[in-house]
């Protein structure tokens, strides 16, 4: 389908392309991401919180130059997942049953929880920059990094809790279809609960809780990278019906 | 139909929106019940409130973290899970600032300082302790910068808060729809005075102006304590006051 020629300054037209661009920049910004993780030696497997300051100032010195080209990817390109959410909040912004409270503490959190992402980063990358720096501190710079990266998942829990109650109240009428199908709410509780029990890594240093456990870091991080494709693909359909509803398509 | 004579849902100011303010009370309530856990977080088990010493050595701090390393650890549990309550309280008060006739600037200007404020105001000393907590063999210089890291970013984060508060009592003042009461402007501008006060501590390390002084703590913290709860009550006035079917103009 073609937009409906003649109109390119139309501000409707724009803001429904400016979300296409978006959701275009959040994808190739994960397959980078993913690339950088794939490239990160502290996630395969990822590192024991048991290991001792030697042991880890001797794996960041064997490591640095991947260590160095995934978190400076990451510094990069982590953040440019950010417009996916500013769609999210343009969407929710559009449900008409409710009163738009849902989407500005979305986007609250959403700010919040970028912050955090990058402070983990600066962690990880600061603990690779001077390869032969005192064990203990490379020790505390990388027990900062793991704990700023898997723990605090308490803002993007409030994300999910956002969006999932925004699909649950837009109920469609005066004519107006919801936004999102009823599935997308379902699915965000689902990697709410998949996500929260990460914040257990902060007591555990062994077992599927500690941070590189297979609850508190695996399961997390897929259901947060499945949680971005799946919305790439619920927000993509969703301008699509925005813009077949505004008649911008012919 | 011309797509000029399209009007997508709830873009103008007085849009009809919906009967229901079921979402507005959800919001509303997580505000004192997030700050409810707030309390138990960080005065019982954190021990971040009231605070410990500044000028105590490293055999103070490394006791201090030996004393309470597991409540310690229990409140970062528990923080790390609800602290996305803080983005639904800076989301939902600059929800309702939008409602006010001073337009949005201050609101969005309200949303950022506090986004941004949660990361060294709130979560990075529950980080910084808790990495203090899982290691008590680290060295002592390595405990004493943990320990200062985490209580100056806590007390010592003083602008994102400031310019909050700033654009929240400007706001108000300027605000002729009357979401809140002019005195809690006022109020707020003490906020801002003991936020100013509060930079001694960056070069106190005793007394009545460092981090756990009567004037830049106690005095401070009081003062919190009251803002905090009229701004809580002012909110709960502000939600029953709108009126059904109306949502912030864009």
């Not at chain 2, 997030?34 to 977080?41: A, E, I, N, S, W």
């Not at chain 2, 971040?48 to 055999?59: A, E, L, N, Q, T």
């Not at chain 2, 409140?75 to 600059?94: K, M, R």
Request: glycine share 8%; proline share 6%.
């Amino acid at each position: 389908m073609q937009m409906i020629a003649g109109f390119d300054d139309i501000p409707r037209i724009s803001n429904v392309r400016t979300q296409q661009m978006a959701l275009w920049i959040t994808g190739v910004s994960l397959v980078i991401l993913l690339i950088a993780y794939a490239a990160f030696p502290g996630f395969w497997p990822p590192m024991s919180p048991q290991l001792s300051a030697d042991e880890v100032a001797t794996f960041y010195r064997d490591h640095t130059a991947w260590i160095r080209f995934s978190m400076i990817t990451f510094n990069l390109c982590g953040i440019m997942l950010l417009p996916l959410f500013g769609v999210l909040v343009v969407q929710m912004k559009r449900m008409t049953t409710q009163n738009q409270a849902f989407a500005y503490v979305f986007l609250s959190a959403t700010v919040s929880s970028s912050t955090i992402f990058a402070l983990a980063d600066v962690f990880f990358a600061t603990a690779a920059f001077r390869p032969n720096r005192d064990p203990d501190i490379v020790l505390v710079l990388n027990d900062l990094g793991w704990l700023v990266f898997v723990a605090p998942v308490g803002m993007a829990l409030v994300q999910l809790a956002m969006l999932a109650l925004a699909v649950y109240h837009d109920t469609s009428s005066k004519g107006h279809a919801p936004i999102f199908p009823r599935w997308v709410g379902h699915f965000s509780v689902a990697v709410a609960i998949a996500m929260a029990p990460s914040a257990l890594s902060i007591a555990f240093d062994s077992g599927p809780f500690a941070w590189n456990g297979v609850i508190s870091f695996w399961l997390r991080n897929i259901a947060f990278g499945s949680f971005v494709v799946v919305m790439l693909i619920a927000l993509r359909r969703a301008i699509h019906r925005q813009a077949v509803d505004e008649g911008l398509y012919e | 139909m011309s797509v000029s004579e399209l009007t997508p849902a709830g873009r103008n100011a007085d849009a009809v929106g919906p009967a229901s303010k079921r979402d507005l009370n959800i919001v509303f309530w997580i505000f004192p019940a997030f700050f409810g856990v707030f309390g138990v977080v960080f005065v019982p088990l954190l021990r971040v409130i009231p605070p410990p010493r500044p000028d105590v050595g490293y055999d103070g701090m490394i006791a201090f973290f030996d004393a309470h390393h597991t409540t310690i650890h229990i409140g970062v549990v528990i923080l790390c899970l609800c602290f996305g309550g803080a983005a639904v309280a800076n989301g939902y008060v600059a929800y309702q600032m939008k409602r006010m006739s001073s337009g949005p600037v201050f609101a969005y200007v309200y949303m950022g300082g506090m986004a941004v404020g949660v990361l060294p105001g709130m979560l990075l000393v529950a980080i910084c302790f808790n990495a203090a907590s899982m290691r008590l063999d680290r060295p002592p210089r390595v405990v004493g910068f943990l320990y200062d890291l985490g209580m100056l970013s806590f007390n010592g984060q003083l602008g994102c808060f400031s310019t909050a508060y700033l654009a929240f009592a400007i706001a108000i003042l300027l605000d002729r729809n009357k979401i809140f009461p002019k005195w809690l402007a006022y109020l707020t501008i003490w906020q801002i005075v003991t936020e100013v006060m509060a930079t001694m501590m960056w070069m106190m390390p005793s007394g009545a102006f460092a981090w756990n002084g009567s004037i830049t703590f106690w005095l401070a913290t009081a003062v919190f304590a009251i803002w905090l709860n009229c701004q809580g009550l002012m909110l709960k006035k502000a939600t029953d006051s709108q009126p059904a079917g109306t949502r912030p103009p864009d």
